[in-house]
């Protein structure tokens, strides 16, 4: 049995890799300062006593260094770090959410870990680290790396300094770059948001943008399963990962249709100008998923049955809020 | 005539740069926290009035900002970045110093400069983005990019943010990849710290490393050249250039023995294991220079020359000290 550390652990993916994690009989603290996430999430782990919880701000490294403490739960194994600033859009208006809950929260992990001398991190990072590289099939050693968004930089700033500190007391680091990623409990996306409009408006879903932006999708089910795939592998020292479905995605307009048909089926969709949903949006990319596969993860079942199964999970969530 | 600022305007580049500026008739504001300027280099320019000095921690944006208010030279045009933790060294005991002093400095730049409107960056970045390539001619898109040093990574989290920025409020940003620069006034680097170790015990010099690392080199009047050079030209919104010599660079090992012929002729050279000097050390790098000559630079005039020319200067600043 080890002792996992998750910071964001009450967030969507972060409450989902602590049940994974529960069910495997480790040790799990999971610490999240509930600006995004939720105590409901992970109401029935701690309930349990599978997972302990603290509430902590992951960007005060005092303030977390105090939290692990309290918890006493012995020698942490490992840190995945997930506490971020999961809604991108809001950094647009302001890069310094991205600075202080996408950026500081690593810098003060990376410092706790170094205090209490912890040697593994996992991190969240994400496709948004490559800015917008057209039609090109990504791979980790794509350039340059330009992101467009405060979120993207923010991640690519905590990739850069998780590197630097595998000079010294990081002896084991792995970068996985999320494509998106969906299901249940969604605090954020598309899908939400679309289920959400449709519910306020069942006449009309307004789409921002022209609908012809194309994504690779991922469950999050899915996601989790290629995190510990990856994670239990004998690797590099720095590993980056794209993690991804094994195909080109699915555009706006086919989600859009999706939700229309699954929520009011008598819905006129309306489109935006423009190919970017937002400023800051990639309209575009995708994976080469080389490395994925040369790592031997089977894979996942592919974009649209990963939107349609999250779809089924984000309905049902919001018929019991 | 345009209104500059400069921040980290007395170190040893942002005086060099300042001069240069005020030679060519333009208005020049210096910011610095002075942690590693010096009034002393810019004296002359603040004297004669050509420039203005208000002294602000530039990782502050309301002290940044209210130093800039408080010097009265209205709207300004440009921002030359250069404030950053300018000792790599200093940074491997603890990252938060880059963290603070080289990336923060860019966010609160970045911040003063959506408040008050100017959208032209110029900013000071580095080989060390890269990281340890080895020995493959860099380009601008080479990647991974894996700096080891927080210097490098705080470097590369403010590139990542300024790019962001060209989304919205920057319309202009250059990003100068700078190789190691050699000149006076000299604060820091393999050049001060042999002359001054001879000088302390002048029958040996004591050197970090086997003396095998090799880098290209500038001279600050130089590299300043080339800086402006690349901002007169009508470029994209986002431009990123390796600026550097047309040569390979010298080994540590030549430098090294220039200076003992320079300044104590008789002392023995000793070297130290490995091919890196320090942690976060890049034993060797080399740019490949085609976007620099493509933008139509003329050229520097080689590493061994530049050495050269900054060891005569830092001999002659030493023997003031």
Redesign the interface.
């Known amino acids: 049995m080890r002792t996992h550390l998750i910071t964001g652990g009450a967030g969507f993916i972060g409450s989902n890799l602590a049940r994974s994690l529960c069910a495997a009989g480790e040790a799990v603290l999971l610490v999240d300062d509930l600006s995004n996430g939720r105590m409901e999430h992970v109401a029935d782990l701690t309930a349990s006593g599978a997972a302990l919880f603290r509430r902590a701000d992951c960007s005060d490294a005092a303030a977390l260094l105090a939290a692990i403490e309290q918890a006493g739960v012995g020698p942490i194994d490992e840190v995945w770090h997930l506490a971020a600033n999961s809604d991108i859009a809001a950094g647009?208006s302001d890069?310094?959410v991205d600075?202080r809950r996408t950026?500081l929260t690593t810098?003060a992990t990376?410092?706790v870990m170094r205090r209490i001398g912890v040697g593994v991190i996992r991190f969240a990072s994400t496709s948004a680290?490559y800015?917008d590289l057209g039609d090109v099939a990504i791979t980790?050693?794509?350039?340059?790396?330009?992101?467009?968004?405060?979120y993207?930089?923010?991640k690519?700033?905590s990739e850069?300094?998780i590197?630097?500190?595998?000079?010294?007391f990081v002896r084991r680091a792995d970068i996985y770059r999320f494509p998106n990623v969906v299901g249940a409990p969604a605090t954020h996306g598309v899908l939400l948001d679309f289920v959400r409009k449709l519910k306020a408006t069942p006449e009309n879903l307004s789409v921002l943008g022209n609908g012809g932006q194309q994504k690779p999708y991922l469950h999050v089910a899915e996601l989790i399963e290629a995190m510990q795939f990856i994670a239990a592998q004998a690797a590099a020292p720095?590993l980056?990962v794209n993690i991804g479905p094994p195909d080109d995605g699915v555009t706006v307009r086919a989600i859009a249709e999706m939700v229309r048909d699954a929520v009011s089926p008598a819905a006129a969709i309306t489109y935006g100008q423009g190919a970017r949903g937002w400023?800051?949006d990639v309209p575009r990319f995708r994976y080469s998923g080389e490395r994925l596969r040369a790592l031997g993860w089977p894979g996942a079942g592919g974009s649209e049955a990963a939107v349609r199964r999250a779809l089924g999970e984000i309905i049902v969530q919001e018929q019991a809020a």
């Open positions: 647009v890069f310094n600075v950026y810098v990376l410092d680290v800015g980790e050693e794509s350039g340059p790396l330009e992101p467009v968004s405060a993207g930089a923010a690519l700033a850069a300094l590197r630097s500190c595998c000079e010294s720095y980056v400023v800051g």
